[in-house]
C-alpha cells in the first residue's frame, strides 16, 4: 500500500471505536477472511477499489492476528481524524445558527 | 439514493474541503451511487449567500480554493422543477418551521416532491423536525453511515 492510499484510508474511516458489538462483529470478519469485506465497511467508496487491492495484496502475507492489528492500528487514527470532523461539523453547526439569518438576507 | 443539501451543508463543505462529510458523500454522487437533487429556489439561494460580505470574509479565511468544490458539485446537482400547489401545507412540519425559520420551507417542499431519503442539514430549526414524510433528515455524518450501509447491503445482495 502505498504512502498516499494508507493516509486516504486512515482519514476515511468513519467506524466509531466505541460502538464494541459492531466492533467484536468487524473484528470476527477481519480474523476470518480476507480484508476486503472489513474494508467495505469502513472505508469510503472513492478509495475503495484501489485500497482493496492493495490490502488483498498483503493480506495475503499476513496472519489473522497480525490483520487484526493493522485495522485496530487504522481505526485508532481513524477515530482520531474523525473526531476532529465531528467537531469541526458541530462547530460549524453553532456558527450556522448564529449567523444564518444575515447570510440568508 | 435521493438527496437533498441545504444551504448550511453546502457552506460547510465549501469552507472545509475534503476534510467534511458532505464532501465524502459528493464523492459517491461523482460515482453516481446516490443522486443530489435541488430546484432553482434552493440554488438560489446558496448563489445569494455566496454573494454576502460575510460569506466571502469567511471563506477567505478557510478555503480559498472553494470555487473548485462548488463547481464540482453544480455538476452533480440534478435541478428539478416543481408545482409547489400540489403540497399539502397543513403537515406539522410546516407549521413548526413557519414559526422558527420560514425560509427552511422550500427544503421541505422539494423533499415531498421528489421522494427524497435524506436531507442534510446542519441546521438545528431542520434537524429537530427529524423526518419529513419519507425523508430523514440528518447530519453528515449520520447521512454518510447511512448511505455507506446502505450502498454496503447492496453490495451483498449482488
Sequence with gaps: ??????????????????????????????????????????????????????????????????????????IEKGSKANLSRLEEQEAFGDWWMANKNELRG | MNIVLDTSVIISMLGSGSASYTYDIMMYAKQELVFFIANEETLAEIEDVASRKKFIKWIAQKNPEW???????????????????????????????????EKDLKFLYICQHQKVDILI????????????NQTKIMKPNDALLLIQETLSKTDDVK
Design chain 1, 1 to 74: 500500500m502505498t504512502t498516499k492510499t494508507k493516509q486516504i484510508v486512515q482519514v476515511k474511516i468513519t467506524f466509531e471505536g466505541e460502538d464494541l458489538e459492531n466492533w467484536e462483529k468487524l473484528k470476527s470478519m477481519w480474523q476470518g477472511a480476507s480484508a476486503t469485506s472489513i474494508l467495505r465497511m469502513a472505508v469510503n467508496g472513492v478509495v475503495k477499489n484501489q485500497a482493496d487491492q492493495q490490502i488483498n495484496k498483503s493480506a495475503k502475507k499476513r496472519t489473522p492476528e497480525e490483520n487484526v492489528e493493522l485495522m485496530e492500528n487504522w
Design chain 2, 67 to 101: 470555487q473548485e468544490i462548488w463547481q464540482m458539485l453544480q455538476s452533480l446537482i440534478q435541478v428539478k422543477k416543481e408545482n409547489n400547489q400540489t403540497i399539502n401545507l397543513n403537515h406539522p412540519n410546516y407549521k413548526k418551521l413557519e414559526n422558527r425559520d
Design chain 2, 121 to 132: 442539514t446542519q441546521d438545528k430549526d431542520l434537524l429537530d423536525l427529524g423526518t419529513h
